[in-house]
């Protein structure tokens, strides 16, 4: 069984920045990264990154999110610059297994006041 381990949401002003965590417990991910979900809307890709450091973004979040992994911790960080109040959501980490099994963290809440 895979255990994640997320942190680093919080609230936040306009322009200010956090820094959200995502730790499994074992396993190789070929892919990490991060959903975030508002209210009232579906589940929307943030950011990913494949084993080889290969990255992809939302197009709302390029130039201000950054995603990164420490392979050897299974560690995902996503740091957020300059957050905008539609940055607001319920931010889950996403992870996929060699074999191709995804799992989900529980959330963590991102809220940015204007």
């Known amino acids: 069984q895979v255990q994640l381990v997320e942190s680093g949401g919080g609230l936040v002003q306009a322009g200010g920045s956090l820094r959200l965590s995502c730790t499994a417990s074992?396993?190789?991910?070929?892919?990490m990264g991060w959903y975030r979900q508002a209210p009232g809307t579906q589940r929307e890709l943030a950011a990913t990154?494949?084993?080889?450091?290969?990255?992809n973004y939302a197009d709302s979040v390029k130039g201000r999110f950054t995603i990164s992994r420490d392979n050897a911790k299974n560690t995902v960080y996503l740091q957020m610059d300059n957050l905008k109040p539609e940055d607001t959501a319920v931010y889950y980490c996403?992870?996929?297994?060699?074999?191709?099994?995804?799992?989900w963290g529980q959330g963590t809440q991102v809220t940015v006041s204007s």
């Open positions: 074992r396993t190789i991910f070929s892919v």
């Open positions: 990154i494949t084993i080889g450091g290969a990255t």
């Open positions: 996403y992870l996929r297994s060699i074999a191709r099994i995804d799992y």
